[in-house]
T-cell receptor
Framework: RKEVEQDPGPFNVPEGATVAFNCTYSNSASQSFFWYRQDCRKEPKLLMS???SGNEDGRFTAQLNRASQYISLLIRDSKLSDSATYLC?????????????FGKGTKLSVKP | GAVVSQHPSRVICKSGTSVKIECRSLDFQATTMFWYRQFPKQSLMLMAT?????????EQGVEKDKFLINHASLTLSTLTVTSAHPEDSSFYIC????????????FGDGTRLSIL
């Protein structure tokens, strides 16, 4: 089983739609979780950290279910500029190394 | 804040050339820097982790003599791909982190390396 699994998509949605991405991770000892976005041929950029209580940043809401080892990202009122690949990222080591494990990403395409 | 600069952004060179990539944290001190590689349609794969003033820790399967990492200061790490071959062509990305392991990493712009 891969360490971090995501549906690769693509998710093709109209502007204004609500879209949700899911991610599962295999290491129950994982300590911290993030969503990054990566535009085509660019570096990943941190979108948001994911906390156990769930957290929201504007149109973006992230949820974590440690029991199910499941992370989600909800995007409301999609914009054209949201088109990108969304990477689910898990940190397996809270120590000095902080090894991030990346999913392959879920591709989102928002259409006019 | 948390800006990481990577240079060069694009390299095209002949097989056998050595290529040096720089990664700088511009507005914070990076206790740890990471080097990743991403092949087309694949996820980022960690190559090595470096702490300032220490030898880098390489992931399994990554040759330390081929991918030389120097982390001489809290704001600069370099990756040198020695005697590069076409199979080394990839997107190389550095990241930097200040503080503890549960803090997010901030990524450089990436270097697209093409070996002819």
């Amino acid at each position: 089983r891969k360490e971090v699994e995501q549906d690769p998509g693509p998710f093709n949605v109209p502007e204004g739609a609500t879209v949700a991405f899911n991610c599962t991770y295999s290491n129950s000892a994982s300590q911290s979780f993030f969503w990054y976005r990566q535009d085509c041929r660019k570096e990943p950029k941190l979108l948001m950290s994911v906390y156990s209580s769930g957290n929201e940043d504007g149109r973006f809401t992230a949820q974590l279910n440690r029991a199910s080892q499941y992370i989600s990202l909800l995007i409301r009122d999609s914009k054209l500029s949201d088109s990108a690949t969304y990477l689910c990222v898990v940190n397996n080591d809270g120590g000095s190394q902080g090894n991030l494990i990346f999913g392959k990403g879920t591709k989102l395409s928002v259409k006019p | 804040g948390a800006v990481v600069s990577q240079h060069p952004s694009r390299v095209i060179c002949k097989s056998g050339t050595s290529v040096k990539i720089e990664c700088r944290s511009l507005d914070f001190q990076a206790t740890t820097m990471f080097w990743y590689r991403q092949f087309p349609k694949q996820s980022l794969m960690l190559m090595a982790t470096s702490n300032e003033g220490s030898k880098a820790t390489y992931e399994q399967g990554v040759e330390k003599d081929k991918f030389l990492i120097n982390h001489a200061s809290l704001t600069l790490s370099t990756l040198t791909v020695t005697s590069a071959h076409p199979e080394d062509s990839s997107f190389y990305i550095c990241s930097a982190r200040a503080g503890a392991g549960n803090q997010p990493q901030h990524f450089g712009d990436g270097t697209r390396l093409s070996i002819l």
